[in-house]
C-alpha cells in the first residue's frame, strides 16, 4: 500500500497498532520525508542498526506519524561507507538523534552546510572508534573516563555573558547541562547538551530474553514506566503474534491513566511551588501520595513498574478495588477542582504563569513537538483519540489542547487531562466489572529470528516508540526506546528566549521533560 | 484567600511517626566517630546527586518532602550544594559519563561527610538475580555507587518506598549502637 501519493510501497505490521513497513532509497526517503512535512504530518524518530552479519551493510530506520497510523521507513547503507541524506534539513528535531546513531553505530548524515557533527551522548568516555552497536563490538570494555570541552556556541556582543549549569543541578532533578547566554538578566540563549546519563541501555538489551526485557523497559525513565511498558509488550507481541486477553487490556489502560494522573499531579504542585506558592506543593504531594500509596496497595507497586508483561498484565485488580479507586477518584477530583480554582485566582501565581515561556504553535509544529507540551501549543496529537489500540478504540477521549504555549497553557491542559482521565478511569472500571474474570496474560509464543514489532503508546508526557527485533534463542537482536523527550528538549530552547533567567526553573518544571528517556 | 486558608484548615496536620534505622543498611563499619554524629544530631543538609538513575528513585526522594513524611520536621533538609552537604544521597548505576561529575561532587563536599547510595541500582552489582542493578556494567555503565565513592549506607529497592529511605538516611546519622 501507498500513503501520501508518494511511490514508496509499504507493507502493514502485524498486531494492534496500525503500523505500516516499506525499504526505501535515499531518494525516496527524501522524498516520503519531505511530503510528510508538506502535508503536516510528524516526524517521531530516527535510529540505526547494524546489518553486517546477514549478509547486508548498516540500516537507517525512521518513523513517521501519518494519519493512518505509524510508517517506518528503512534506508539500506553500505557497509563500508554508512551514510545518508541529513534529515534534519527537513526536521530540525533529527539532529540530536542523527548525532546519536553516529555516535552509537557510526553511521553518518551526509554533511550539509548546516551540518553538526559534534559528538551527543559520547562525551569522550569511550573512543571514537568504538561505536557500542555495532554487533562485534565488546560492550563489557571499560575505558578510562575523561572530561571533553564541548563546543557550545558562543553568543558575543556587548553585555553578553554565560551562565553555565550542570550537570549536577541545584535541586532533586536529573543530570544535564545547560548553559546560558544573558545580557543582564534576559536569556538570548540557551543550550543544551545531554548524555550525561548514557549507560548503555540499548546494548543492554541485547543481553536479555526478549520475554523479560520489560522490566528494563520500564526503567527507560522511571516516571512513564507503564507507558515504556506497554510499547514494549505491544511490540513483542506484534512480532510474536500474540493477543492478550481482553481484561488484560482493560487492566493496561487503568494502569496508564494511573501514571498519568499520579505525574500531572506531582507536575501541578511543583509548578505552584516554582511560582512561590508552597501551599501547592504540599496539597498536590499529599494528593499524589494518596494516590500511589493506593496504587502499592492494589498493585504491588507505587509507581506500577512490572505491572505490564508482554502477553498481559501481572496482577488483576483485587475484589474492593475497583470501589476503592472509584471513592479516590471522587475525593481526589472534588480536592482537585478546588485547588484549580485556588490556581486560577490567584493573581501573583498567574502573573508567573501567562506569557511565560511561550512556545508558539508554528514552532512546536516545525520542532516536531508532540505530547502534552505540544497540545498546550495547538499540536492536537494523541494516539488515544488518532490511532487508538484496544481499549482506546471503545470510548472517545477528548484532546486537551491549548493555543496559547505559555507555562499557564501547560498547566491548564494538566488540569484537565487530570479531569479527563479520571472520567476515562470511571467508564474503565464500569467495563472491567463486566468483564469475566479470566486470564490476566496469554503465554508469550517464540520469537522468529529477526521478526520485527513496533509499539506506540500515548504516555503522560506523549507518545513513546519502542521498536523490537528479536534475535536468535528468545533473544533480542535491537531494541530501540523513543521518548518524547528527544523532541520537546530543543523546543524549551525557544521557549526560555527572551525570558528572564529566574523563570528558567519554571519553564523547565512546566516542560518536566525527561533527561534518562533521551540518554539511554 | 479564603478557600486556600480553609483548604489548609480543612487538611490538617498529615505527618506521620518517622520509622527506626535499620543496621542492616550499613554497608561500612561507621566511618564517623560518635562525637561527631551527635553533634550533627538531626541537622542534617543533604545534596542529592542523580548519577545515572531511571528517576524513579528521584521520584520516591521528592515524596520525602510532602506531608506525609515530611522530612524537613526532622531538622533535615536537601542543599543546592556539595559545599553545604553533610550527606550524599546518591542514586545509580553510575553512568561513565557522570563518573568525573560524581567525584568532583564528593571531593566539594567537607570532611566529615556521610553517602547513602540509593535503589539496587546504586547499591547492587549487575546480574540476573531480582535486586541486581538492571543496567549492569559496561562502556557506559560503572555500575555502583560504591564503584565510584565510599558508601555508607545502602538502601536498596527499586525504587526504595519513602519509609525505606528514610530509614536509611536515619541509619547513616544514627550510628551503629553496637
Ligand atoms: S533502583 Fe529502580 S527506580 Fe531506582 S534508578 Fe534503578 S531502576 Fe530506577
Redesign the interface.
Known amino acids: 500500500m501507498q500513503f501520501l501519493d508518494q511511490p514508496l510501497e509499504f507493507t502493514a505490521l502485524p498486531g494492534a497498532l496500525a503500523a505500516f513497513h516499506a525499504t526505501a532509497d535515499e531518494a525516496g526517503l527524501v522524498a516520503f520525508a519531505s511530503q510528510v512535512k508538506q502535508s503536516g504530518r510528524r516526524f517521531i524518530a530516527l535510529w540505526g542498526s547494524d546489518e553486517r552479519d546477514r549478509n547486508a551493510g548498516f540500516a537507517l530506520h525512521v518513523a513517521f506519524g501519518i494519519g493512518a497510523g505509524l510508517a517506518l521507513v528503512t534506508l539500506p547503507l553500505s557497509a563500508e561507507n554508512p551514510e545518508y541524506p541529513d534529515l534534519a534539513a527537513i526536521f530540525p528535531a533529527a539532529n540530536r538523534m542523527q548525532r546519536t546513531a553516529y555516535d552509537l553505530l557510526g553511521i553518518r548524515a551526509r554533511s550539509g552546510p548546516e551540518h553538526d557533527g559534534r559528538p551527543w551522548?559520547r562525551?569522550a568516555?569511550?573512543p571514537a572508534d568504538?561505536f557500542?552497536l555495532r554487533r562485534d563490538t565488546d560492550?563489557?570494555?571499560?575505558?578510562d573516563?575523561?572530561?571533553e570541552e564541548y563546543a557550545f556556541v558562543r553568543v558575543e556582543g556587548d553585555g553578553v555573558h554565560e551562565i553555565p549549569v550542570g550537570?549536577?543541578h541545584?535541586?532533586?532533578?536529573?543530570?544535564g547541562q545547560f548553559r546560558f547566554s544573558v545580557v543582564g538578566e534576559k536569556v538570548l540563549r540557551l543550550e543544551q547538551r545531554m548524555?550525561?546519563?548514557?549507560?548503555?541501555?540499548e546494548?543492554?538489551f541485547e543481553?536479555l530474553p526478549l520475554a523479560d526485557a520489560y522490566?528494563?523497559a520500564g526503567?527507560?525513565?522511571?516516571?512513564s514506566?507503564v507507558a515504556y511498558a506497554w510499547a514494549y509488550s505491544l511490540a513483542a507481541e506484534s512480532l510474536t503474534g500474540c493477543t492478550p486477553p481482553p481484561r488484560a487490556l482493560w487492566l493496561r489502560a487503568l494502569l496508564l491513566e494511573r501514571e498519568r494522573i499520579a505525574n500531572h499531579l506531582?507536575d501541578l504542585g511543583y509548578l505552584g511551588n516554582d511560582a512561590a506558592l508552597s501551599?501547592g506543593?504540599?496539597?498536590f504531594?499529599?494528593l499524589?501520595?494518596d494516590w500511589?500509596r493506593l496504587s502499592?496497595a492494589l498493585f504491588g507497586h507505587?509507581?506500577l513498574?512490572n505491572s505490564i508483561v508482554p502477553g498481559g498484565v501481572a496482577h488483576n485488580l483485587p475484589a474492593e478495588g475497583g470501589a476503592q479507586i472509584l471513592a479516590q477518584c471522587d475525593s481526589i477530583e472534588r480536592e482537585v477542582r478546588?485547588?484549580k480554582?485556588?490556581y486560577d485566582?490567584?493573581a501573583g501565581l498567574q502573573d508567573r504563569f501567562l506569557t511565560t515561556g511561550r512556545l508558539a504553535p508554528a514552532l512546536a509544529a516545525e520542532l516536531s513537538v508532540s505530547g502534552l507540551v505540544g497540545r498546550a501549543s495547538s499540536q492536537t496529537w494523541d494516539l488515544r483519540t488518532q490511532n487508538p489500540i484496544a481499549p482506546y478504540d471503545q470510548f472517545d477521549t477528548q484532546i486537551v489542547t491549548h493555543r496559547n504555549g505559555d507555562v499557564a497553557a501547560r498547566v491548564t491542559v494538566r488540569f484537565e487531562e487530570v479531569f479527563e482521565s479520571l472520567r476515562l478511569t470511571r467508564l474503565i472500571l464500569a467495563q472491567l466489572a463486566e468483564q469475566p474474570a479470566g486470564e490476566l496474560a496469554t503465554r508469550l509464543p517464540a520469537a522468529e529470528d529477526g521478526a520485527f514489532g513496533v509499539g506506540w503508546i500515548e504516555g503522560w508526557r506523549g507518545d513513546i516508540l519502542v521498536a523490537l527485533t528479536a534475535g536468535t534463542a528468545g533473544g533480542i537482536r535491537r531494541c530501540h526506546c523513543h521518548d518524547p523527550s528527544w523532541r520537546i528538549w530543543p523546543a524549551l530552547e525557544h521557549a526560555v528566549m527572551g525570558n528572564i533567567v529566574p523563570d528558567f526553573p519554571l519553564i523547565n518544571k512546566s516542560f518536566n521533560l525527561?533527561?534518562?528517556g533521551e540518554?539511554l | 484567600m479564603y478557600?486556600?486558608l480553609k483548604?489548609?484548615f480543612v487538611?490538617g496536620l498529615?505527618t506521620e511517626t518517622p520509622p527506626l534505622p535499620d543496621e542492616a543498611m550499613r554497608v561500612i563499619g561507621q566511618r564517623l566517630e560518635q562525637a561527631i554524629l551527635d553533634k550533627l544530631g538531626r541537622a542534617l543538609v543533604i545534596r542529592?546527586?542523580?548519577?545515572?538513575?531511571?528517576?524513579?528513585?528521584?521520584?520516591?526522594?521528592?515524596?520525602l518532602?510532602?506531608?506525609?513524611y515530611n522530612l524537613e520536621a526532622l531538622g533535615i533538609k536537601?542543599a543546592?550544594?556539595p559545599r553545604h552537604a553533610d550527606l550524599l544521597l546518591v542514586t545509580g548505576?553510575v553512568?561513565?559519563?557522570?563518573?568525573?561529575?560524581l567525584q568532583r561532587?564528593y571531593d566539594a563536599t567537607p570532611a566529615p561527610k556521610l553517602v547513602v547510595a540509593v535503589g539496587d541500582c546504586g547499591c547492587h552489582d549487575g546480574g540476573t538475580a531480582e535486586s541486581a542493578c538492571?543496567?549492569?556494567?559496561?562502556?557506559?555503565?560503572?555500575g555502583k555507587v560504591a564503584n565510584v565513592i565510599p558508601v555508607d549506607v545502602a538502601v536498596p529497592g527499586?525504587?526504595p518506598?519513602p519509609l525505606t529511605l528514610m530509614q536509611g538516611i536515619l541509619t547513616a546519622i544514627c550510628g551503629a549502637k553496637a
Not at chain 1, 170 to 175: D, L
Not at chain 2, 95 to 101: D, L, S
Open positions: 551522548l562525551h568516555n569511550w568504538f557500542p560492550s563489557s570494555l571499560q575505558f573516563t575523561c572530561n550537570p549536577i541545584a535541586g532533586i532533578i536529573e543530570p548524555g550525561w546519563k548514557h549507560k548503555g541501555i546494548k543492554r543481553q522490566r528494563l526503567r527507560v525513565s522511571g516516571d514506566t506531582g501551599f506543593l504540599s496539597q504531594m499529599r499524589r501520595e500511589l502499592g507505587r509507581l513498574m478546588i485547588l480554582d485556588i485566582e490567584h525527561s533527561y534518562c540518554d | 478557600q486556600l483548604q489548609i487538611t498529615k542529592h546527586i542523580d548519577a545515572g538513575s531511571c528517576n524513579g528513585c528521584e521520584l520516591e526522594i521528592h515524596a518532602g510532602n506531608p506525609y536537601f543546592a550544594s548505576p553512568a561513565k559519563n557522570m563518573q568525573v561529575a561532587a538492571i543496567f549492569g556494567e559496561s562502556y557506559a555503565s560503572c527499586c525504587p518506598t
